[in-house]
């Protein structure tokens, strides 16, 4: 008989090894899945992780890595915190797209102007459209007690309709030819978000995506506010009695999480994706759920999280044009690594046991 | 804006037709939930089922069997959430909210042939005379069998927890579950059944949406119905026909911003579009200060060691 034994403290050696055991485990059966549509899974999973990092064309797809990475890492470092303390936001996709909304309205309006307070302007009226969005559920929360999971989640989808109404009516360009989306910003300078250095993939939103993390090393392992968070998630109780305040922690933890969120979507509308249309989000909001897991909540491991499945979207990519493999291939490939970490997590805080268990 | 087009008679009868998706997929949470178990994986469960009903329905030639798949799909794909919850002890949240999103891209990549297939159609069941009363007969008597199914489950699963010795055990189990274990019930194995039966509800609601509100197979096409199902639990405090009666309004709004978007109205399409998410809030707004109906072990990990 096999049993689990609940360990008296959570072990730190496992903690750090179930993400990698994921990881192979993920590769193994996604390989298997790979085969069953048909394709050589040794082929897929090398395509997918060695290709865009040491294959030929590597110098090409390294920068996407940062591209696709910064996204990743801004969403999920928000949602971490919350994660933390036992509050889900999971409708960052939808406080994505209202940054993203709010940032080019911002520049739009003063289009055709260059000027250099353009760019920080949408900087801040984009983490304020993620911020006011994730409010919703937080205030919603803190005044009524309803349950925030299903409120951000309900926001993402009246997020998209309000997306598609903006690309089809006011933001639309009116230099379009009738077709909808908005201006490129891409051909806007003082909108553009443009490469720090050309060639690298460094854009602004990478070098915030950076300062996030270290924001967020500081304030949870330094800083009151970050025990508070910490203590709230492991020992609700304990955090009530040491005078936490939960209703300022449901504020903070949605608040940050949509403006980070938020700020995601902004980079990306005056980047990489350059203008507001109808299908502009891509379901980072969803993925970086996890990334978030998959780092452990924690910062670093969010860094390294973000990376991987940055490589697997862009792997991805490349599967899909070398050798055919459905692009739903692949998010069930992402699905996969989330559930073999939940299943594997089980070793964090259990040990295995074998034996005839005792009986009670 | 011409209103008169929009016959009440008619917008009644789609109304029952409309919930039934939403219906079947609350009822089965309500099962899963009373359980003790908090299952975000509805949304995944339902796709699923959508495009594995819709590919034995394409290829059997039948519905009827389309729909046994969509439960088989929902059950299959809910036995990976009772691995997680029950096996390893993961946390349910994150669980579920792994199954929705797994569920989305497998659904996505079995459905890739069967984009723009026409599945075969179900008709009305003959309901003899009753179907010809005025206004009664085609508001309550010409449908399909599965919504007078979904009735029948809602029927089912309320005699089934009010008067049955199988409901008291699994309500004492969701209440809670030491204690429960302690009278000696297998509180793993009654959640596994009872996560199994959400899982197979949600299928077919999914394969309703597939099979006969839209019918064909489009990528994402349960569009959050599965977690507007999830907010319908909550507003019915977990009783049974509070669920019905919750599905038939959100169902009545579907279809009523529906025949708006036709009758061109002056709000714009995607605002219409908006409100049946808009109001899932509201009511949770104005719903959510009375939780003392809870399940007492909602969402809490068992683990009999000590």
């Given at each position: 008989?096999?049993?689990?034994?609940?360990?008296?403290?959570?072990?730190?050696?496992?903690?750090?090894?179930?993400?990698?055991?994921?990881?192979?485990?993920?590769?193994?059966?996604?390989?298997?899945?790979?085969?069953?549509?048909?394709?050589?899974?040794?082929?897929?999973?090398?395509?997918?992780?060695?290709?865009?990092?040491?294959?030929?064309?590597?110098?090409?797809?390294?920068?996407?890595?940062?591209?696709?990475?910064?996204?990743?890492?801004?969403?999920?470092?928000?949602?971490?915190?919350?994660?933390?303390?036992?509050?889900?936001?999971?409708?960052?996709?939808?406080?994505?797209?209202?940054?993203?909304?709010?940032?080019?309205?911002?520049?739009?309006?003063?289009?055709?102007?260059?000027?250099?307070?353009?760019?920080?302007?949408?900087?801040?009226?984009?983490?304020?459209?993620?911020?006011?969005?994730?409010?919703?559920?937080?205030?919603?929360?803190?005044?009524?007690?309803?349950?925030?999971?299903?409120?951000?989640?309900?926001?993402?989808?009246?997020?998209?309709?309000?997306?598609?109404?903006?690309?089809?009516?006011?933001?639309?360009?009116?230099?379009?030819?009738?077709?909808?989306?908005?201006?490129?910003?891409?051909?806007?300078?003082?909108?553009?978000?443009?490469?720090?250095?050309?060639?690298?993939?460094?854009?602004?939103?990478?070098?915030?995506?950076?300062?996030?993390?270290?924001?967020?090393?500081?304030?949870?392992?330094?800083?009151?506010?970050?025990?508070?968070?910490?203590?709230?998630?492991?020992?609700?109780?304990?955090?009530?009695?040491?005078?936490?305040?939960?209703?300022?922690?449901?504020?903070?933890?949605?608040?940050?999480?949509?403006?980070?969120?938020?700020?995601?979507?902004?980079?990306?509308?005056?980047?990489?994706?350059?203008?507001?249309?109808?299908?502009?989000?891509?379901?980072?909001?969803?993925?970086?759920?996890?990334?978030?897991?998959?780092?452990?909540?924690?910062?670093?491991?969010?860094?390294?999280?973000?990376?991987?499945?940055?490589?697997?979207?862009?792997?991805?990519?490349?599967?899909?044009?070398?050798?055919?493999?459905?692009?739903?291939?692949?998010?069930?490939?992402?699905?996969?690594?989330?559930?073999?970490?939940?299943?594997?997590?089980?070793?964090?805080?259990?040990?295995?046991?074998?034996?005839?268990?005792?009986?009670? | 804006?011409?209103?008169?087009?929009?016959?009440?008679?008619?917008?009644?009868?789609?109304?029952?037709?409309?919930?039934?998706?939403?219906?079947?997929?609350?009822?089965?949470?309500?099962?899963?939930?009373?359980?003790?178990?908090?299952?975000?994986?509805?949304?995944?469960?339902?796709?699923?089922?959508?495009?594995?009903?819709?590919?034995?329905?394409?290829?059997?030639?039948?519905?009827?069997?389309?729909?046994?798949?969509?439960?088989?799909?929902?059950?299959?794909?809910?036995?990976?959430?009772?691995?997680?919850?029950?096996?390893?002890?993961?946390?349910?949240?994150?669980?579920?909210?792994?199954?929705?999103?797994?569920?989305?891209?497998?659904?996505?990549?079995?459905?890739?042939s069967y984009v723009g297939v026409k599945p075969?159609?179900?008709?009305?069941?003959?309901?003899?005379?009753?179907?010809?009363?005025?206004?009664?007969?085609?508001?309550?008597?010409?449908?399909?069998?599965?919504?007078?199914?979904?009735?029948?489950?809602?029927?089912?699963?309320?005699?089934?927890?009010?008067?049955?010795?199988?409901?008291?055990?699994?309500?004492?189990?969701?209440?809670?579950?030491?204690?429960?274990?302690?009278?000696?019930?297998?509180?793993?194995?009654?959640?596994?059944?009872?996560?199994?039966?959400?899982?197979a509800c949600a299928g077919m609601g999914g394969?309703?949406?597939?099979?006969?509100?839209?019918?064909?197979?489009?990528?994402?096409?349960?569009?959050?119905?599965?977690?507007?199902?999830?907010?319908?639990?909550?507003?019915?405090?977990?009783?049974?026909?509070?669920?019905?009666?919750?599905?038939?309004?959100?169902?009545?709004?579907?279809?009523?911003?529906?025949?708006?978007?036709?009758?061109?109205?002056?709000?714009?399409?995607?605002?219409?579009?908006?409100?049946?998410?808009?109001?899932?809030?509201?009511?949770?707004?104005?719903?959510?200060?009375?939780?003392?109906?809870?399940?007492?072990?909602?969402?809490?990990?068992?683990?009999?060691?000590?």
């Open positions: 008989m096999m049993r689990l034994e609940k360990r008296p403290q959570p072990s730190r050696a496992m903690a750090l090894a179930t993400p990698l055991l994921a990881v192979l485990a993920t590769m193994v059966f996604g390989g298997l899945l790979f085969a069953v549509l048909g394709e050589d899974p040794v082929q897929s999973i090398l395509t997918i992780f060695w290709q865009p990092l040491f294959g030929e064309f590597a110098f090409y797809y390294r920068p996407q890595l940062l591209v696709k990475g910064a996204p990743l890492v801004l969403i999920a470092m928000g949602l971490a915190l919350g994660f933390r303390a036992g509050i889900w936001n999971i409708g960052a996709e939808g406080q994505y797209i209202m940054g993203a909304i709010f940032g080019a309205a911002a520049a739009l309006v003063f289009y055709p102007l260059e000027a250099w307070w353009i760019f920080p302007l949408m900087v801040i009226c984009g983490g304020l459209g993620g911020f006011l969005w994730a409010m919703i559920p937080g205030l919603l929360k803190v005044k009524f007690g309803t349950n925030e999971i299903l409120v951000s989640l309900m926001l993402v989808y009246v997020a998209e309709q309000f997306l598609s109404s903006m690309s089809l009516g006011l933001l639309k360009n009116p230099e379009g030819y009738g077709f909808p989306g908005s201006r490129n910003l891409q051909q806007y300078a003082s909108a553009h978000n443009a490469e720090i250095v050309s060639g690298t993939g460094m854009h602004w939103g990478v070098v915030a995506a950076f300062i996030a993390v270290i924001f967020a090393y500081v304030l949870l392992t330094r800083h009151r506010l970050g025990f508070a968070i910490r203590v709230t998630g492991e020992a609700p109780r304990a955090a009530k009695f040491g005078g936490v305040n939960p209703a300022r922690l449901v504020l903070f933890c949605l608040g940050t999480s949509g403006l980070l969120a938020g700020l995601a979507g902004m980079f990306e509308v005056a980047g990489p994706a350059g203008q507001i249309t109808i299908d502009f989000n891509v379901g980072y909001g969803f993925t970086a759920i996890i990334v978030a897991f998959l780092g452990r909540l924690h910062p670093v491991g969010i860094l390294l999280a973000g990376g991987l499945m940055a490589l697997t979207y862009i792997g991805g990519d490349i599967a899909q044009s070398q050798l055919g493999l459905p692009a739903a291939a692949i998010q069930v490939f992402q699905g996969m690594l989330l559930f073999f970490l939940l299943a594997l997590d089980v070793l964090t805080n259990y040990r295995l046991r074998f034996g005839a268990a005792e009986v009670a | 804006m011409d209103l008169s087009v929009i016959n009440p008679i008619l917008l009644l009868a789609a109304l029952m037709s409309a919930a039934t998706p939403i219906l079947l997929a609350a009822t089965g949470e309500l099962v899963v939930e009373r359980a003790g178990v908090l299952n975000l994986g509805v949304e995944g469960m339902m796709i699923v089922g959508a495009i594995a009903g819709f590919i034995v329905a394409v290829n059997t030639g039948s519905p009827a069997l389309g729909f046994i798949g969509a439960a088989a799909g929902g059950a299959v794909l809910s036995l990976l959430f009772v691995f997680l919850t029950q096996v390893a002890l993961a946390n349910q949240v994150a669980s579920g909210l792994g199954l929705t999103l797994f569920g989305l891209g497998l659904s996505a990549l079995m459905g890739q075969p159609r179900m008709g009305d069941l003959n309901l003899g005379p009753l179907s010809d009363i005025p206004v009664l007969g085609p508001i309550l008597f010409s449908h399909d069998a599965m919504v007078y199914i979904g009735l029948l489950i809602v029927a089912g699963v309320w005699t089934t927890l009010k008067y049955t010795r199988a409901g008291l055990v699994l309500r004492a189990v969701g209440e809670n579950h030491d204690a429960a274990h302690a009278l000696g019930y297998k509180v793993k194995r009654i959640r596994a059944l009872a996560i199994l039966f959400g899982g394969a309703y949406i597939s099979l006969i509100r839209v019918p064909q197979w489009t990528e994402g096409m349960t569009a959050g119905v599965g977690w507007i199902a999830l907010a319908l639990v909550v507003f019915a405090s977990w009783k049974p026909w509070r669920v019905l009666l919750g599905a038939y309004l959100f169902g009545g709004i579907t279809q009523l911003q529906l025949n708006l978007q036709g009758a061109g109205v002056a709000i714009p399409v995607e605002y219409l579009a908006m409100s049946p998410y808009i109001v899932t809030i509201i009511v949770l707004v104005t719903l959510s200060a009375d939780k003392s109906r809870a399940p007492g072990s909602l969402g809490r990990i068992f683990h009999a060691s000590h």
